[in-house]
């Protein structure tokens, strides 16, 4: 499978949080299992509380782990344990351990706000871009 690189676009609209994929990227959850995510996708990077910021940075490294996530909670793919466990994986691919469990606890403890939520527009037009795919 062919990996591509992820482009975060400056602030879309007028909401600082959001940023646009520029590029089509594939990421693998296991040997039979992948997810790509397609040019346009939005996302808000890490979901942290802006006091915390400082010491759980939203964007760099943490964002590949994050786009997946929130590609995962958009689809509403499998379960949100599911989605969850994926990005711990790939958070302690590229973190080190005790903030990759801080962050996987976090989303552990309130994902569940995102994942009950309503579709908003941005949702419907994301859940177009992303594509499970299986060996």
Known sequence: MRHGRIYADEPSYTDD????LR???AFQFS???AIKIYAG?????ASVPYILQWAYPKSGKYAPSALIHDALYYLR?????YADRVFYEWMKATINRDQA???YLFVR?????Y???KPSKRALKNRTLIKIMYK
């Open 115 to 117: 994942w009950n939520k």
């Open 109 to 113: 403890a309130f994902g569940w706000i």
């Open 17 to 20: 949080n959001v940023r646009i």
């Open 101 to 103: 469990i801080i962050r």
């Open 77 to 81: 793919y499998k379960s949100r344990a």
């Open 41 to 45: 996708f939005e996302w808000d990077e």
């Open 31 to 33: 040997d039979t299992e």
């Open 23 to 25: 590029t089509d990227v």
